[in-house]
Nanobody, 127 residues
């Protein structure tokens, strides 16, 4: 099995920054995509960002339009971890943030395409 554990959430003022981490343990895969999603109260879970390793030195990242230029996703394959640096946070970024793993090399913004999920970490941005 695969376990994903998020950390780094918290309360921050608008304009501030947070860095989320996701540790991956258990079964490993030769190729996989890591993604971040979020779910605000009363709303559906939505895509935030994903990152794919195309080669030992080339990664490919995708972002939701709402976070482009403010959020940066990165991964450390030696530590089996993925990160989400969130800058210029807005109150509308308030949500539970989830990391997810998808087998293969093709990124996807679709939740059902991801095979494993963490329990989430809460991010609250005050105005």
């Amino acid at each position: 099995q695969v376990q994903l554990v998020e950390s780094g959430g918290g309360l921050v003022q608008a304009g501030g920054s947070l860095r989320l981490s996701c540790a991956v343990s258990g079964r490993t895969f030769s190729s996989y995509v890591m993604g971040w999603f979020r779910q605000a109260p009363g709303k559906e879970r939505e895509f935030v960002a994903s990152i794919t390793r195309r080669s030992p030195i080339i990664t490919y990242a995708e972002y939701a339009d709402s976070v482009k230029g403010r959020f940066t996703i990165s991964r450390d394959n030696t530590k089996n971890a993925v990160f989400l640096q969130m800058n210029s946070l807005k109150p509308e970024d308030t949500a539970d943030y989830y990391c997810a793993l998808k087998q293969g090399v093709d990124g996807s913004p679709i939740t059902v395409n991801y095979d494993y999920w963490g329990q989430g970490t809460q991010v609250t941005v005050s105005s």
